[in-house]
């Protein structure tokens, strides 16, 4: 079968590498793609919030299975799209990825369906936001409304920070209109973990855990980002925790989505919190998204033993009930390697080199994310993440070391990464 991706990130490369090791699988595309997509795809150039675009060239080269990688063109509704021609594509329709693209209806559903999450209040107008603050407990988050790259949220730790937090994202508008509205919601503390699943819209499988970090700095410092670096699994989602989510969380929300008319079929990703009550973890919904995380993917799909093919079709044909997930019993790190200054300047088109010591090394993945072809056909940086180097190990601390002994592989100027991925837990 012939299969085209939508994205050009290091998830989409981590779907491709995954998608090309299925037997059923004779041809891949990826629109637009990146460098190191090109090695196992054909890339073209269409963007991927080109609907139309997409969907021709689908017909056009009877493609079997479109995926589709980045949220932007879930919430804006390229499955829909496909679908209205007959096209078979794995991914959220439009009213189902509202889960991921508007917090405010999230929260709105959790509490609807008394799925635990933090405590909320939603607006649209910054001076009700702002006396709202004046009597709330600090501190406290802030989240704009809608997508932001993962970064349209601020933990504020006095009132004057929450104020100014108000006016950047509902005035300095500087995640647009996300910010049109935003959520206000209670600070919780404890652990944090991601856990992604596949759902065909009635049954939801879980994958094995993950825990990604968002900050640009080592110690939890500097500005969120679409993330620095994950490993795979937590050692904090317990059988307590995933008893508990089994029970009030994975499928009460495909049950409340089902139930509003917005039956969800694809991936849904559950950032969880680990807080504690009387003594107890009790888990708590931070957030939805409608997609593969970013860098999760990359340590979750190596080690998964399924054919993701058969797990997508699945899926669209409600037939997931059927599949039964599998991990190997080890451990993965990535570490994402950026242009120094992201998240918020950089400078791209330095060459990248090294990639070939990753050939035939079992064990070890290099995702391109941010990397193009220049014009005297070399590998360049084309972003602010711009690879992602994985490792799998027996342990995480075997995991960690490798990764990080990998990272000294490949090389490119104002290379910039985090020192201490994973390194809290061991």
Sequence with gaps: MKVLIIGSGGREHAIAWKVAKSPKVTKIYCAPGNAGIEEIATCVPIGAMEFEKLAEFAAANEIDLTVVGPDDPLVGGAVDVFEARGLRVFGPRKNAAILEGSKAFSKDLMKKYNIPTAEYATFSDPKEALTYLETAKIPIVLKADGLALGKGVLICNTLEEAKAGVKTLMEDKEFGSAGDSIVIEEFMTGREVSVLSFVDGNTIRIMTSAQDHKRAKDNDEGLNTGGMGAFSP???????????????????????????????????????????????????????????????????????????????????????????????????????????????????????????????????????????????????????????????????????????????WVDFENKYMRSDIGAAIL
């Design 234 to 408: 937590s050692p904090f989602y317990t059988d307590e925790v995933d008893a508990f989510c089994q029970k009030y969380v994975y499928q009460a929300t495909v049950d409340a989505m089902k139930s509003e008319g917005r039956t969800f079929q694809g991936i849904i990703f559950f950032g969880l919190m680990l807080t504690r009550e009387d003594g107890k973890i009790v888990p708590k919904v931070l957030e939805y998204n409608a997609r593969f995380g970013d860098p999760e993917t990359q340590v979750v799909l190596p080690r998964m033993k399924n054919d993701i093919i058969e797990v997508f079709e699945a899926c669209i044909d409600q037939k997931l009930d059927q599949i039964e997930l599998e991990f190997e019993d080890n451990a993965a790190v990535v570490v994402v390697l950026a242009s120094d200054g992201y998240p918020v300047s950089y400078q791209k088109g330095f060459e990248i080199t090294g990639q070939e010591n990753f050939s035939g090394k079992e064990d070890y993945f290099l995702f391109h994310a941010g990397s193009k072809f220049d014009e005297a056909g070399r590998v360049v940086t084309n972003g602010g993440r711009v690879l992602g180097v994985t490792a799998k190990g027996a342990t995480l601390k075997e995991a960690r070391k490798k990764a990080y002994e990998a990272t000294a």
